[in-house]
Each structure stands twice: as C-alpha cells, then as structure tokens.
C-alpha cells in the first residue's frame, strides 16, 4: 500500500486542521493507522492511532482531548482532526499503516509496528 498525507499548513494557536492518509494500492480497511510527528532534532512519537475494524481510537497523553481519527473505507482514506493546536504541536506529521488481521484488533504505537510510511505534511502553529 501507499499512503499520502496532506492537509498540513500554518495555523494560529487555538486553531485547527484536519490531516489526510490517502491509500493506495491496497484498501486501507486491511490497515491499522496511526499519525507520527516529528519535530526538527527530535525523535518521531506517536499522536494517535485508530484500529483496522476502526472500532477503537488511542492518543498520545499530550493529544488527548484534542484529537479524533476517523476511517473512511470507502474513500480509502484515514483523517486526523486536531483542535486547540498549540506551537509545540508544530512538526510534519507522518501517517502509517499496518496490515493486520481482525482478532487482533488493537492500536499501535511504536514506530517499529508500522511497515507503510507516507510522505509527511508540516503542521505549523504560529503563536
């Protein structure tokens, strides 16, 4: 499968914006999805995942409440609504994916889970 993910830009504080992970190749309802973000001279950390059946979401600590993914099947895509963005959400963010199977129906979120990496959008949070 590939994945493009798009949607970043330059935001204020308190905004919000909606990521996209498009799929190709494969159907994404095959996949588990999580976003990754990575800010310059860090390490990449997980923001928040959603389950192949898309029955169960997961967020990092520091997106709790302030992020939702949602899956849509049928367009093969994956979104990741962030609200109440703040500048040191500023990073480019990455979505992933992992093919699993139903009875393990579970949220990833170490990098090393995930085989398919889109290209990365940058989020930019102005104060």
């Known amino acids: 499968v590939q994945l493009q993910a798009s949607g970043g830009g330059l935001v204020q504080a308190g905004g919000s914006l909606r990521l996209s992970c498009k799929a190709s190749?494969?159907?994404?309802?095959?996949?588990?999805v999580a976003w990754f973000r990575q800010a310059p001279g860090k390490e990449r950390l997980f923001v928040g995942g959603i389950t192949r059946s898309g029955g169960s979401t997961d967020f990092a600590d520091y997106m709790k409440g302030r992020g939702t993914i949602i899956r849509d099947n049928g367009r093969n895509t994956a979104y990741l609504q962030m609200n109440s963005l703040r500048p040191e959400d500023t990073a480019v963010y990455y979505c992933a994916a992992k093919r699993t199977i139903l009875t393990i129906d579970q949220v990833y979120t170490d990098t090393d889970e995930y085989t398919y990496w889109g290209q990365g959008t940058l989020v930019t949070v102005s104060s």
């Open positions: 190749g494969r159907t994404i309802s095959q996949y588990a």
